[in-house]
């Protein structure tokens, strides 16, 4: 047995649901709960369960993100091997991104749910339970930052999406790979990313909302030239392929720069914004001139968490500008 105890935090999801008064299953079980019910976990690690809520996730917040993280934090380095983080899948993918951005622990953060209830045929709840305990507890996990546990695999938070609303296989890292697997109870790690630059954990991230906007095919902006008087602060924009939009948006997202951050993602599963190849009205080239923020290799979920983070920690400008890159590239020094 590890002799640092696995720090489990439960939020609730799918894993802790089962069937309530009404049609269909709630989250009702708690962390403790989870752990009765996976008495092999005794056997990888002594275990501290902290129930933080009982929520569906697509019910978490940026508020309640940054309270896991300081629960996290607040354990010294050397009293925990890692932690656990147990939620619904429908979030896992910014949930886990955010906490990549704001636990400062060089320990490992794994976050697992369930694709399953806890009463269905099949459930996968205490299968993922363990295997994110394994690998938590694993000193080779230390200093990959989150990682996303499911299905006994390893996905960096970076690059992690959910891609089914049922199989347990959802989860992938598209254009990517899982980091490693889990295998007759071990961790198997067959690569490392650098670690992220975490961010300062703010306290006002509600006065920063950030729109998400998806381009489709004779999109004609209205939606772009009513953000400012909404109130929002930034707006992370899914273009088309690597970076293009309809020339008719350009003036809109051109008046839109003038008043606010204005990112450019892609709607494609998987591959970078371009910086540097097309050039007619509309592209990449022309937008990123007109001083949209290429938004690298992440899709537009954590870029618009990455974003609210940024504006909230007080970024503006060219160090905004600069913030954004290093993280959106998964650097972790200032690009030259």
């Given amino acids: 047995m590890q002799q640092k105890p696995v720090l489990i935090i439960s939020t609730g999801g799918t894993i802790t649901m089962t069937p309530g008064q009404r049609a269909g299953v709630v989250p ?3 962390g403790e709960d989870l752990v009765r019910a996976v008495p092999a976990l005794a056997q990888i690690a002594a ?3 902290f129930s933080f809520s009982t929520k569906p996730g697509a019910s978490l917040t940026l508020e309640d993100l940054i309270g896991i993280a300081e629960l996290i934090d607040s354990r010294p380095v050397d009293a925990v091997a890692g ?4 939620q619904g899948t429908d979030t896992i993918e910014e949930t886990s991104f955010a906490l990549d951005l704001l636990v400062h622990s060089r320990q490992p953060v794994v976050v697992t749910g369930a694709m399953r209830s806890a009463n ?7 299968a993922n339970l363990l295997a994110a305990v394994t690998v938590a507890s694993d000193p080779a996990a230390q200093n990959l930052g989150a990682v996303v546990v499911l299905n006994d695999e390893v996905h960096a938070a970076r690059y992690v999406q959910k891609t089914h609303t049922a199989m347990p296989s ?3 890292s598209p254009g990517f790979a899982p980091l490693g697997r889990v295998m007759e109870g071990r961790l198997h790690l067959h690569a490392t990313l650098p670690r992220q630059l975490t961010l300062l954990r703010p306290g006002n991230v509600s006065d920063f909302p950030v729109a998400l906007i998806k381009i489709s095919i004779g999109d004609d902006g209205r939606l772009l030239s009513s953000l400012p008087a909404l109130g929002y602060r930034g707006v992370v924009i899914e273009a088309m392929g690597a970076g293009h939009v309809p020339a008719r948006l350009v003036d809109a997202i051109s008046k839109l720069i003038g008043v606010m951050p204005v990112v450019l993602s892609t709607r494609v599963a998987s591959g970078p914004i371009f910086t540097k190849t097309y050039g007619f009205p509309g592209s990449e080239i022309d937008l990123i001139e007109r001083g949209v923020i290429p938004g690298g290799c992440l899709a537009g979920l954590k870029a618009c968490l990455l974003l609210r983070l940024l504006l909230a920690n007080g ?3 060219a160090q905004l500008k600069l913030a954004f890159a290093q993280r959106c590239n998964g650097l972790n020094t200032p690009p030259t």
């Fill in 120 to 126: 269905a045929p099949g459930a996968d709840g205490p």
């Fill in 315 to 317: 970024f503006e400008g």
């Fill in 83 to 86: 932690a656990v983080v147990v």
């Fill in 28 to 30: 009702t079980l708690t």
């Fill in 47 to 49: 275990l501290d369960v």
């Fill in 170 to 172: 959802a989860f992938a």
